[in-house]
């Protein structure tokens, strides 16, 4: 495997469909018969890509990938529902800005709760809808974007309205922070939250199990840990490539996701789940990595790990200008007495380093990106992931 390259978005753009369709498979034949269609990825327009969607090498994997925890795996042996909070454009190519009914965003056993492209942007009203929608449907999971559940969360703790609790919480979409999992926790205490990793390109990779660690989904993929050149940092970290298995309409190898994951070296995990690669985390996007000020690189995770004890935190984004100058803009909870201002100098110095200059501002309009994601770091700079791995 690690003689051949690495599949890059570009690659797809320039060969989707036929480039990656089987042998033995005719691309015309496969959308007269509705088993496959395009999609388009979400994210901003440079990551976006079309690929072959085949919806029901997509359940397979979803169903393979809920085994990886036991929650999850009791509630998908039978039938259950799921309310679905994320940006109204990437639930498939499902579209649902506006003001459209519950039934109208109720397909089979899912609920499209949002219908707001900045979840920023949410008032009373829209809150107390999904709220009431949520209590109507009574889902077994809630899927969510975390920035997405997060926000709703903080809404209804300070409206002092209860929240439905499904059985689980499953976070996807994007890096699921500190700063999410406060707010989730509070609004749902007691209820398992496992996050799930993948992508529309390469479907359920990874799924963390009910001990924390994540699991590689092996029915339907094969992953690489392409290990990060030792002058940027730690080679246990490492770019995440993936293989799709037995979808015939879509084969990748080698695809490089965009995201970095920590490898655990030789550990088990305490589920007893040995199959495929066993990682402690996934540790957030490469475009959104950062450099301390020796040029070595900062994951997402790093970055976020680092400022868990400023608990006060809603939300954040640090932006790096240059090898040195860096600047943090955060909202916080203005009902909690720890002033985040005061620890965040010296978290930051101790991760980026001593000669460091930060900024650091409080900022009341921390916004999505029109993707509808909302990014934590970046470099003013653009990144070439080749450069690092
Ligand atoms: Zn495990």
Known sequence: MAALPVLTKKDLRSYVPDGFIAEKYKCKEGFASGEIEMESTSGTAEERVSVVWNQKWWDRSELAAA??????????????????????????????????????????NLLFLNQTPDPTAWDNKNIRRMVEELESFQPDIIEADPAYLSILSKACLSAGYTLCQPKCIVLTYEFPSQIHYRQI??????????SSYGSTETGHVFTQCEAGSFHQNTATCYVDIQPLKTKFG???????????LDNPWFVLLRYDVGDIALLNTGKECSCGRADGLIVPGVEGRTRDITFDTK??????????DALEPATALLNYHLAQADAQHYSMSYEADPATQLNSADILPDILHRLYGSDAIIEIARDSALVPEQSGKFRLAHTAWPLQAEEFF
């Open 234 to 244: 730690n080679p246990d970290l490492g770019r995440i490539l993936v293989s799709t």
């Open 185 to 194: 926790h509070r609004a749902f205490p007691g209820i398992p939250v496992v």
């Open 67 to 108: 085994k990886l925890n036991a929650v999850l795996n009791n509630i998908f042996s039978r039938p259950h529902r799921e309310a679905v909070l994320a940006t109204p454009a990437c639930s498939g190519n499902l579209c649902h800005v506006g003001e459209s009914p519950m039934r109208e965003r109720t397909i089979g």
């Open 295 to 304: 040029g070595r690189i900062v994951t997402l995770k790093q970055l976020d």
